[in-house]
């Protein structure tokens, strides 16, 4: 328990912060394997978690509807973050909808709901992610978590390149 | 095949009640006062209803209106700060097609002499079987419904 879990409790002004963003890329993957990378325990343990020095604490996924993911990671110089997920909505190679929420050092700091669309682009895969996010209590998003979600995407394109056999 | 489809969307309404936040809060976290407002409507049968207030904790119900279809909520605790904060996530359905998965966030602010309540939603409306403007129509009625909920003698 850290210093900043005492203060979200005794806080006295409360705040939110709504913002949406979209990030689309193709793939050069069918549907199929795009889509399997994503429910995959194994395949998604490749690519989904923070690059560097992150270390990874606890990983777990069970994909079905009302199932949860979990990950949970910590950095260099012991700041952690967790990430809670649970599956609202799952259309086998098309569609997944799910709610996140981030916790810093064990401080809830935001509610997210993700929207994945898989769509055919020629031989390849259209993958538009949707976030609605609350930010809580003054977090200070100022695009990170975008950012963060591109970089996702990224790692996500390479492990479909690399693992192409 | 349904063509599939997703439309986001947000809408915030803001209500006043003549009652105090803690108050108005406990119409959401007592199940017997949620179940009066939200679920039994004129018209609505309730086939099913639970509420398990806590964070991580689920509310569900199977509602029909008349004869129609049975319409489903799951609904998911994310966050919950006693008098002040509720985030949720819902999905809805009804028959075999999940119609919206949303993220609802409800504020209670002390002002004047009661409770500035604000609710923000932020919905993924799927496959076209629904849509923003009538979820913001339903979601009033139901802070309409809180009205009298909170005005009952407690």
New interface residues.
């Given amino acids: 328990v850290t210093a900043d879990c005492g203060r979200s409790h005794t806080a006295v002004g ?1 705040s ?1 912060a ?1 913002a ?1 963003f979209v990030i689309e890329r193709t793939y050069d993957a069918t549907l199929a394997r795009a889509f399997k990378a994503w429910i995959d325990p194994v395949a998604k343990a490749r690519w989904f978690g923070a690059p560097g020095e992150w270390k990874q604490i606890e990983r777990s996924l069970d994909f079905r509807i ?1 199932g949860i993911e979990r990950l949970v990671g910590e950095f260099p110089g012991g700041r952690t973050s967790a990430f809670t997920a ?1 599956y ?2 799952i ?1 086998p190679d ?2 997944i ?1 799910y ?1 996140y ?1 981030m916790h810093l050092n064990g401080t ?1 700091i935001s ?3 993700a ?1 994945v ?1 898989f769509t055919l682009a020629g031989k390849g895969t259209h993958l538009r992610f ?1 976030e ?3 930010f ?1 209590d003054g977090y200070d998003d100022n695009g990170s978590r975008e950012r963060g979600t591109t970089l996702l995407l990224e790692q996500f394109g390479r492990y479909l390149r690399d693992s192409i056999h | 095949m349904t063509q ?1 489809s ?1 439309t ?1 969307s ?1 809408f915030t309404i803001e209500r006043h009640y003549e009652a105090s936040p803690q108050r108005v809060f406990r119409a959401f976290a007592d199940p017997k006062a949620k179940r009066r407002w939200f679920a039994e409507g004129e018209g609505w049968k309730v086939e099913r209803y639970e509420l398990d207030f806590k964070i991580g904790g689920y509310e569900g119900g199977t509602f029909r209106f008349g004869d129609g279809p049975p319409i489903r909520n ?1 609904t ?1 605790y ?2 919950i ?1 006693p008098d ?2 509720i ?1 949720c ?1 819902y ?1 809805m359905t009804i028959g075999e097609n ?1 119609i919206s ?3 609802a ?1 409800t ?1 209670f602010k002390p002002a004047d002499t009661g409770t500035l309540l604000v609710y ?1 939603e ?3 409306f ?1 496959d076209g079987h629904d849509n923003v403007a009538q979820r913001e129509a339903g979601m009033k009625e139901l802070l309409t419904m809180l009205e009298k909920e909170v005005g009952r003698d407690s």
Avoid: K, N, P, Y
């Fill in positions: 409360r939110i709504f949406t009302g649970r609202l909505d259309v098309q569609r909808v709610v929420d809830f509610s997210s709901l929207t669309e949707t609605q996010a609350a809580v | 599939r997703v986001h947000t799951d998911w994310q966050d700060v002040q904060r985030i996530a999905a999940r998965v949303s993220l966030t504020e923000t932020q919905g993924a799927l």
